[in-house]
């Protein structure tokens, strides 16, 4: 179905499949422009921060098909306050929080929270706005950085809620604004360090399937949290059309919604993909004509896909550019595929140009062989200044050991 493929801003893992063009997004005539001269067909909006400014419903005005949410609806990932209220509205299960647009409103309404307790920047922070603060002092401090803008615009406004206990998974679906249907399940690993230890960031590595949201769970996430929001959004005037990408913490009292992202999400996207028998575009079509009722449904393969993120160093801080990266190509031989993230081509040679760099990718009979096959894909990369997780999937390896 796929012809003519183009991508920006990409980078030269992308460019193996797709013509790069250089497009500001933020530009939406540009796009729309750019839509008219190619004859594109479909767009598919990736990243968060153009679906939150509008570039999906601009690109509907004109007739373009897109896969991804107009403004108001992306809002699920653009402000967590929006997505606790909608859940307070719907009845969908989720951590007690407060809204606060202030230091001095936050600081009072922390009295009224346990610690640990969760400190959020309620707009988007590339994944680091979240502040799991195991005192009072560093809940303390995190207020006053947010509101003091340590990340910007987005901590404008800071939610504080109820810390959950248990394991966290991720439920995916897809949706056209009316019809819904699941798309498979992942397991991320979001701290930086070993045995989660250290500060959050957008993702260091992830498996699919999630063993641990069972097909009853599976079933109870899309009664009681998902189809209860695709209703509410489209009963309140702004359908939601696109992938649902559920953040879930697994309770002792059942799955609560930690937070949604309004795109596929990295590194959750590599492992479904990978597992992924379907026809996507076919799939992403439908979904943007409003048609996912007459699809068939997605089909995914029965293997684990593991992934290992190869970060720079220095992340998620400050991380380090430019360290050069070889040997590719050896690391594929041993059966992983690479995904390209923060990479760029500078005079011939393939270097670091952000912080989660490449994912390294592998199918497993189970968790267990891919990661095994992952990491010994890992090991014939040359990156001297990136780094990684060696633990990735170690709660589902420990499962399949018995232990």
Same mark, same amino acid.
């Given at each position: 179905m796929l012809g003519k493929f183009y991508a920006t801003p990409g980078n030269p893992g992308i460019a193996q499949h797709a013509d790069l063009v250089t497009l500001d997004v933020t530009d939406h005539g540009k796009v729309i422009l750019f839509c008219g001269e190619h004859d594109i067909d479909l767009v598919v909006v990736g990243p968060e921060a153009p679906l939150?400014?509008?570039?999906?419903?601009?690109?509907?005005?004109?007739?373009?098909f897109v896969f991804g949410p107009d403004k108001a609806a992306a809002q699920l990932e653009g402000s967590k306050g929006f997505t606790k209220d909608l859940c307070a509205r719907a009845n969908i299960p989720t951590a007690g929080y407060v809204r606060t647009t202030s230091a001095a409103d936050a600081l009072k309404a922390l009295n009224d929270f346990?610690?640990?307790?969760?400190?959020?920047?309620?707009?988007?922070?590339?994944?680091?706005?979240?502040?799991?603060?195991?005192?009072r002092d560093e809940a303390e401090a995190a207020i006053t950085d947010m509101f003091g803008g340590g990340f910007g615009a987005a901590g404008a406004e800071v939610v504080i809620e109820e810390f959950l206990t248990g394991e966290e998974a991720s439920f995916f679906a897809i949706t056209d604004g009316k019809s819904v249907v699941p798309f498979g399940t992942a397991q991320d690993h979001k701290r930086v360090g070993e045995g989660d230890t250290g500060p959050n960031t957008g993702g260091m590595g992830a498996y699919s399937p999630a063993p641990v949201l069972t097909a009853a769970l599976q079933k109870q996430v899309m009664d009681e949290i998902i189809q209860p929001t695709v209703d509410t959004l489209a009963a309140e005037g702004t359908p939601y059309s696109g992938v649902l990408f559920a953040g879930l913490m697994l309770t002792e009292t059942g799955p609560q919604l930690i937070e949604y992202n309004a795109r596929f999400g990295d590194p959750e996207c590599q492992v479904l993909m990978m597992r992924l028998e379907s026809d996507l575009a076919k799939l992403l079509m439908a979904t943007a004509k409003g048609?996912?009722?007459?699809?068939?449904?997605?089909?995914?393969?029965?293997?684990?896909?593991?992934?290992?993120?190869?970060?720079?160093?220095g992340y998620p801080s400050t991380p380090e550019k430019g360290g050069k990266i070889q040997n590719l190509a050896r690391?594929?031989?041993?059966?992983a595929k690479i995904f390209h993230a923060g990479t760029a081509e500078v005079?011939?040679?393939?270097?670091? @140009?952000?912080?989660?760099?490449? @994912?390294?990718?592998?199918?497993?009979? @189970?968790?267990?062989?891919?990661?095994?096959?992952?990491?010994?894909?890992?090991?014939?990369?040359?990156?001297?200044?990136?780094?990684?997780?060696?633990?990735?999937?170690?709660?589902?390896?420990?499962?399949?050991?018995?232990?």
């Open positions: 939150v400014d509008g570039l999906a419903e601009s690109l509907r005005t004109t007739d373009i346990s610690i640990p307790v969760v400190i959020k920047a309620d707009g988007l922070a590339a994944g680091k706005g979240v502040i799991i603060a195991e005192t048609d996912l009722a007459q699809t068939s449904a997605p089909a995914f393969a029965p293997e684990t896909a593991l992934t290992v993120v190869m970060a720079a160093k690391a594929e031989r041993e059966g005079d011939g040679a393939l270097v670091a @140009n952000g912080g989660r760099v490449l @994912n390294v990718t592998a199918l497993g009979a @189970n968790a267990s062989e891919a990661q095994a096959k992952a990491y010994a894909a890992v090991d014939q990369i040359d990156f001297e200044s990136g780094f990684c997780r060696r633990d990735i999937g170690w709660r589902e390896v420990a499962r399949e050991a018995g232990k």
